[in-house]
Structures are given as C-alpha cells and as structure tokens.
C-alpha cells in the first residue's frame, strides 16, 4: 500500500519555495505520492475554505515534476466540469511525459455554486458533463485523431498527443462518496478516491456498494485510494466518532492496517483543517507528514 501527502497549494502561505519544500520533504522522508487541489475562480464560496492565492495544478505538478525523482504526483481532485476536456486531455499526458510516467489524474465534480456562476457551467449538470468529459478524454488518449459529437461538447478530426507516458494511460481516481460517484469510478475509473471518512463506513457500506454497482455494470471494481485527514494527538480521540486518521499514532497505524486489510493500495493524508488561517503557515504540516512518516516507520 502506497502512502501519500497533499501538497497545499493555495493560501497566503503557498509560494514557489513551500511548493518545492512540500515536495522534496515527501519524497526525502519516503512518502510514494503526493497530490495537489484545483479551482479555477476564488469565488467567495471557495475563498472561505480554500484561500486565494491558489496555484493552478496542472501548472504547478509540472514544476514539481523536475524537483522530484520518484515521486508519483497527482490532483486532489481536478473539477472535469471547469476546463473543455480537449485541455484536460492534453495537459495530462504532457505533464506525464515530464514527470515520466509518474502522474495521476484525480478528478471530481465539483461543489462551489458560485465558481460554476462564475465560469459559466451550469451547476445541475455538472455530473452528466463530468461523464462525457471522462469518455472524450479516454478517447483521447487512446486514438491519434478524435471526433465526437456529445451533448456538452462536440469536434472534429482533432489530432490528439502527446500520448501519456505510462501505459495504457495514468491512472484516473474518481472522488466523491455518491452512488452517483460510485458508479463514475466503475465506468470511467482506475480507482474510487472517496474522501475523509471512516474506515467501518468503507468496510461496510463504502466498498460493498461499489462492489454492487461494478456487478450490475459488469463492470471490474475500481481500486480503493482514500484520501483522509491527518490530524495526530496526543491523547486517543472516540473510536465512535473519529475520522480515519485523526487520533494518536496508533490509532492512525490501526487505521493504515485496516485500509491495507479491506484493499486499499493508495492512502492520501491531507493536513489542512479547511480553515483559512492555517493555509498561512505551513511548518505544523511539515512537522505533522515528517512525525508521521516516523511513527508508522515509512523509510523501514
């Protein structure tokens, strides 16, 4: 099971020199991936929880791919709706090419209203225009010319490449805890990438769900890579109500061992609180990925 780190790319505190520290602290303490967030608008919806300045992360993963070695990189999760698929289908495949082979394509559907305004996408509409992004883009990267004619989006003769460096193509992760999100995965997915929750919730209910739908779609199970929250305490926090991992280092091991036992292959832990005062100063972070790197014995 690989184990990862987010990258905050947005708040007063995010600059060119904490980028590049984020990074090289991963993959210096053994960390196997790290992902990075998207938005487009800073619209005051995303403002309050995700502070501007925010880099773009297509922009920023193919910085970071010539300051790191071996270190898988990834969105967490890119808004498909936002960008015509055509851009998402070349910039991934070029920021592969850079990082050679080591990039993954998180993708969602979105939540702030006001940013969809802003852009212009229409909100209700985002899941059906996320599907047909999802199926251009595969086409994509699949085919050196490209046609479609679609509900949302249609072109002709559209002369494709670079192709990704990793083959058949990187890896999609489809976010979102819906049926709905689910059922994406299954169809347009590598892995279902559902995010901060609680390990019964995955056993019990999460995956047997996924695994439903995969059999009525007769479709494989995408595979599981969780993002979840990296809170560490002194004192245990209740078992009852604890996300996975919040709490001391063991309950946190305990959760790890729990993911690895129900399937996970991919776990990201994200430090930020969704408060915007603590996107300012990111040392508690570092210190937080480099205590728990050590605790569960990641270099071993």
């Known amino acids: 099971m690989k184990i990862g780190v987010t990258i905050l790319n947005f708040g007063l505190g995010t600059k ?12 210096g303490l053994g960390y196997h991936f790290a992902m990075i967030s998207d938005h487009v608008a800073v619209t005051p919806d995303v403002h309050a929880r995700y502070p501007a300045p925010f880099y773009d992360p297509f922009v920023a993963l ?41 990039f993954i394509l998180g993708v969602g559907v979105g939540w702030a209203k006001q940013e969809f305004e802003a852009l212009g996408v229409p909100f209700e509409e985002r899941g059906a225009i996320t599907n047909e992004y999802l199926a251009v883009i595969k086409k994509c990267w699949a085919n050196d010319v490209v046609s479609h004619d679609g509900r949302y989006v249609s072109f002709r003769e559209v002369h494709t490449g670079p192709r990704p460096a990793r083959s058949p193509h990187p890896p999609i992760w489809v976010g979102g805890h819906s ?30 769900a996924l695994r439903r739908i995969a059999e009525a779609e007769g479709a494989p199970v995408p595979a599981l890579c969780p993002r979840i929250r990296l809170h560490l305490t002194r004192s245990p926090l209740d078992e009852s109500t604890r996300l996975a991992g919040e709490g001391t280092a063991d309950q946190i091991r305990r959760d790890l061992e729990t993911l690895a036992e129900i399937g996970a292959e991919y776990v990201l832990f994200d430090t930020y609180s969704t408060k915007p005062e603590d996107a300012s100063d990111f040392e508690k972070d570092w210190t937080a990925v480099a205590t728990l790197a050590e605790r569960i014995g990641l270099k071993q």
């Open 179 to 208: 049926e709905a999100a689910m059922r994406r995965a299954v169809r347009f997915g590598d892995a279902w990438h559902p995010i901060r929750v609680r390990t019964d919730w995955l056993a019990n209910e999460g995956l047997p």
């Open 62 to 102: 193919a910085w970071l791919a010539g300051v790191t070695q071996n270190l898988e990189l990834g969105a967490t999760v890119i808004i498909l709706p936002y960008r015509h698929p055509l851009l998402t289908a070349r910039m991934a495949p070029n920021i592969d090419q850079l990082c050679r082979g080591r």
């Open 16 to 27: 060119l020199g904490s980028l590049e520290r984020w990074a090289q602290l991963a993959e």
